[in-house]
């Protein structure tokens, strides 16, 4: 299997990460978004990351979808989200939480790099997404005092949010004071101290 996208996409992160954990292969193809625009095109028309190409040419695309693909390869037992249920709806709450922090902190990088002339509007609006979803995750992560986000064993939630957390600390510093969310700044840490964290990085590069 061959992932497309860089490291420093919380999207394409969270994907290999999972691979990693999961103990699966994949080939890496570090393709940018707008330089490699054109390598990317003939396997997603969106020349979006992350891009997943299967062993058979089918392609997945969207990491939620390819994270869904990766359950299903690994089995029930060992994928890192409830199969069903509240616990299922809550962890996939935390993702998409996480998910869309990250779209935010997107938005606001192609908005400030990429426009002759911002929007404040819009940028006023995506700052306090960023903020107010922090400030929802920081109530939900305090709440407990587990390792992971939901107890002893790392889920999903836990790659989302890490992956979304590097991202906006990078791509955004003004934006994000680190004080004001202890208990996200201290579950981020755990996560990026292991192994698959640790290997599957990339400094954020902004577009241009
Ligand atoms: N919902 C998508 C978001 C993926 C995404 O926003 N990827 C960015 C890179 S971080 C991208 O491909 N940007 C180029 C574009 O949107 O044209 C997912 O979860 O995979």
Not at 157 to 185: G, K, N, Q
Request: charged content about 20%.
């Amino acid at each position: 299997m061959i992932l497309i996208g860089q490291y420093d996409s919380p999207f394409v992160r969270r994907v290999a990460i999972a691979f990693r954990l999961y103990e699966m292969e994949f080939e890496h193809r570090p393709w940018s978004t707008f330089g490699d625009g054109d390598k990317i095109a003939p396997f997603n028309p969106l020349r979006r990351v992350p891009t997943l190409v299967l062993f058979d040419g089918e392609v997945v695309i969207d990491s939620t979808t390819i994270l869904d693909f990766l359950d299903e390869e690994v089995g029930p037992s060992r994928a890192m989200l409830p199969e069903y249920g509240p616990a299922r709806r809550a962890a996939l709450k935390i993702c998409a939480l996480s998910t869309g922090l990250a779209d935010k902190a997107v938005a606001l990088v192609y908005e400030q790099a990429l426009h002759a002339q911002t929007s404040e509007i819009w940028l006023a609006r995506c700052r306090d997404q960023v903020e107010a979803v922090l400030d929802a995750l920081e109530v939900s992560r305090a709440a407990s005092n587990a390792p992971f986000w939901f107890g002893h064993m790392i889920s999903h939630a836990d790659i989302a949010f890490a992956c979304a957390w590097r991202f906006v600390t990078e791509a955004h510093p003004s934006v994000v004071d680190i004080a004001r969310w202890p208990a996200l700044a201290q579950a981020a840490a755990h996560c990026e101290a292991l192994p698959a964290f640790d290997e599957i990085k990339q400094v954020f590069i902004p577009p241009r």
